[in-house]
């Protein structure tokens, strides 16, 4: 019997080499093993990226969203504001953070899948100084739109804030610039291919510095905290274990293949599916130029319902995935990331088709 693949921007399928890191024996996280492999996965990370000199990385157990709260939570001095840009649900999730410190905040509020304007964003910089952090959603996993990671960068820069950009859905999967980011937030079941239970930050180290006069406000997603206990070879709670087991091998594939393959063996994949989308008819939520290389948000069928197309193409293997909130009853979403062939993408293709 054929696998399932799953077509929902991760959990991914991966190869069985990492499925084989789950298979461990007992063993203590205060142990040399696991402190050791804590360091290992660190350094792969940043070696993975090409971002050695200038970064330096943060693991925290939990889904992507554990290491978004840590750098939201963690990155904003008192007395200073973080500009929000939202398009989608993740962007609206770091307003949700912020609210939830009680962050004051300033507000790029769009309709979903509309791209930022950058003009707007250097009004709100320059008529108001209190900013010290921007937040940007790389690639908003809500509609597939690919934000501008770089423009947005090169105005936070010019106007001397802080950088922070949630990459959790674009990490490995999307081209990133990361001379302008300052803070950026990745997971391991997504691009990077391995099992959920691990997030992570990487930030610049000369941040560190203006991160540490930030008074704690969580306990257990104090970013600088976590930072100082694992550069002494420490960790401070239990960690998921066996996902960081499936991390460092994840990495070390992500390093043989680099970066750059992954992002082109996407967007390969990605050109490949929105060809057999037009040519089935389906309509695009995103236009052509603004889409991620990972995900494609496409218009349900006249007549064919979310939970029709996703009970049949379970029933051939394939997992799709839902639109989120008020887009649920109009979209749905086909990622392509993760171990898939080739093969696996014809047969779907195929299966949608005959569906359609
Ligand atoms: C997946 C995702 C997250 C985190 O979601 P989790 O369920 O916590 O892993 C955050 N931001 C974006 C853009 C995502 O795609």
Redesign the pocket.
Known sequence: MSRTVLLN??PVNVTDRVRQALMLPDLCHREKEFTDLMAAIRAKLLRAFDIEEEYTSVLVSG????A?EMAVSSSLSPGRSMLVIQNGV?GE?IGKICDIYQFNRHTIKLSWGEPPNLEDIEKELKENPDIEVVAL?H???TTGLLNPLKEVGELARRYEKIYLV?C??SLAGDEIDFKSIDIAVG?A??CIQGF?GV?FVLLRKKDLERLRKIPERTLYFDLTGYHKAQEKGGLLFTPAIPAYYALDVALDELIEETVQGRVQRYANAAKFLRAGFKDIGLEFLIPEGWRSNCLTGLRLPEGVSYEKLHAELKGNGFVIYAGQGILSDNIFRIANMGDINQEEFQRFLKELKTIC
């Open positions: 921007p991760g889904s992507g969203t554990a978004l993740y999730r959603v690639h908003e996993t949630d959790i859905s997971t079941n997504k959920p997030s």
